[in-house]
């Protein structure tokens, strides 16, 4: 069983970045895609980024592009998420979770379990 650990959050000035962690647990986190979520409080968790199992495709919610970048270390069985240009709008609770491959990633409702996240908070 691949437990999920996500760290890096806080509090930023617009415009600023973070980078997130997502530290997994178990011998099999090269065996999953990996995915980043959000939800903002009043919404529903959205997908933000996913990452192929080898770490060589990735894709991005529209809101993601062009300011994140997600990828992967699997010798250190961590999942990264830099947030560049933030934007107050990208205040959220952000989640990490495992996945069978990248093209399902973005199906937030077949996830069943989320860890604790780990808050990002854009100050405008």
């Known amino acids: 069983q691949v437990q999920l650990v996500e760290s890096g959050g806080g509090l930023v000035q617009a415009g600023g970045s973070l980078r997130l962690s997502c530290a997994a647990s178990?011998?099999?986190?090269?065996?999953?895609?990996m995915g980043w979520f959000r939800q903002a409080p009043g919404s529903e968790r959205e997908f933000v980024a996913g990452?192929?199992?080898?770490?060589?495709?990735?894709s991005y919610a529209d809101s993601a592009k062009g300011r994140f970048t997600i990828s992967r270390d699997n010798a250190k069985n961590t999942v990264y998420l830099q947030m560049n240009t933030l934007k107050p709008e990208d205040t959220a609770v952000y989640y990490c979770n495992k996945g069978t491959t990248l093209l399902t990633m973005n199906r937030v409702r077949d996830f069943g379990s989320w860890g604790q996240g780990t808050q990002v908070t854009v100050s405008s």
């Open positions: 178990g011998r099999t986190f090269s065996s999953y895609a």
């Open positions: 990452i192929s199992r080898s770490g060589g495709s990735a």
